[in-house]
C-alpha cells in the first residue's frame, strides 16, 4: 500500500466535478446527507445528528483514514460550484477483507449521472495510484440504482453478505485486477 501522500492528485477533476478531502468545515454538508432518508434506508444510521458530531465524524473517519491509509471518503462537488453534492471514495472497513468503494449524493444530485462520474475516478486511483488489485462494495438489496453504478465502472456480483453480526444481508459486489474494465 502506499504511503497516504500517494493521493497528491487531490483535489482531483473530472469532466463536471471536484473531489477533495473533507475537513471539519463541511459539518453541516454531512449532517445534511447522514441524515436524508435515502442515506439512512440503504446506508443506516450512523449516529450524527448534530454539527458537533458530524465534526467528530469527519474526523474519526475521513480524516483519520487519509492519514492511515492515503484515502478515505472525499467531497464531491461541482467544478464551477463550491457547495458539496456528494461523497465519493476509498474506505478501509475492519468487517471487510478489501478496500470498498463508497459514495452517496444530496437528494437533488442523483440520477444525473455523478455518482458514475466520481465513482470511476476513485476506481482508477484505486488502481493506479495506490495499486489496489481487489475492490469491493456493499448494497442493500432493495437498492438497485447503486448495483448499476457499480456493474458501470467494472464491479461484479460476487454474493451475498451479512457484515458486524447485521441480520440485513447485503449484496457484495467485487472487482480483480485483471478484469475487463468498461470504456470510460
Given at each position: 500500500?502506499?504511503?497516504?501522500?500517494?493521493?497528491?492528485?487531490?483535489p482531483?477533476?473530472?469532466?463536471?466535478?471536484?473531489?477533495?478531502?473533507?475537513d471539519?468545515d463541511d459539518?453541516?454538508?454531512?449532517?445534511s446527507?447522514?441524515n436524508?432518508?435515502?442515506f439512512?434506508?440503504?446506508?443506516?444510521?450512523?449516529?450524527?445528528?448534530?454539527?458537533e458530531q458530524?465534526?467528530?465524524?469527519?474526523v474519526?473517519g475521513?480524516?483519520?483514514s487519509y492519514?492511515?491509509h492515503?484515502?478515505g471518503?472525499w467531497?464531491?462537488r461541482?467544478?464551477?460550484?463550491?457547495?458539496?453534492?456528494?461523497?465519493?471514495?476509498?474506505?478501509?472497513?475492519d468487517t471487510?477483507?478489501?478496500v470498498?468503494?463508497?459514495?452517496a449524493?444530496?437528494p437533488?444530485?442523483?440520477?444525473q449521472?455523478?455518482?458514475?462520474?466520481?465513482?470511476?475516478a476513485?476506481?482508477?486511483?484505486a488502481?493506479?495510484?495506490f495499486?489496489?488489485?481487489?475492490v469491493v462494495?456493499?448494497?442493500a438489496?432493495?437498492?438497485p440504482?447503486?448495483a448499476?453504478?457499480?456493474?458501470?465502472?467494472?464491479?461484479r456480483?460476487?454474493?451475498l453478505?451479512?457484515?458486524?453480526?447485521?441480520?440485513?444481508?447485503?449484496?457484495?459486489?467485487?472487482?480483480?485486477?485483471g478484469?475487463a474494465?468498461?470504456?470510460?
Amino acid at each position: 500500500m502506499p504511503e497516504p501522500s500517494a493521493c497528491a492528485r487531490l483535489p482531483l477533476r473530472t469532466a463536471r466535478l471536484i473531489l477533495r478531502e473533507l475537513d471539519v468545515d463541511d459539518a453541516a454538508f454531512i449532517l445534511s446527507l447522514l441524515n436524508d432518508a435515502d442515506f439512512l434506508r440503504h446506508i443506516g444510521d450512523r449516529g450524527v445528528h448534530t454539527l458537533e458530531q458530524a465534526r467528530a465524524y469527519i474526523v474519526a473517519g475521513a480524516m483519520a483514514s487519509y492519514r492511515q491509509h492515503g484515502f478515505g471518503l472525499w467531497a464531491v462537488r461541482l467544478a464551477e460550484a463550491a457547495d458539496c453534492i456528494g461523497i465519493c471514495g476509498l474506505i478501509r472497513r475492519d468487517t471487510l477483507e478489501d478496500v470498498d468503494i463508497g459514495y452517496a449524493f444530496l437528494p437533488a444530485w442523483r440520477g444525473q449521472g455523478y455518482a458514475l462520474e466520481a465513482a470511476q475516478a476513485c476506481m482508477a486511483l484505486a488502481r493506479q495510484d495506490f495499486g489496489l488489485r481487489r475492490v469491493v462494495a456493499i448494497t442493500a438489496l432493495d437498492n438497485p440504482a447503486s448495483a448499476r453504478v457499480l456493474e458501470k465502472i467494472g464491479l461484479r456480483f460476487e454474493r451475498l453478505i451479512r457484515v458486524s453480526g447485521d441480520a440485513e444481508e447485503l449484496r457484495l459486489f467485487a472487482w480483480n485486477a485483471g478484469d475487463a474494465l468498461p470504456d470510460t
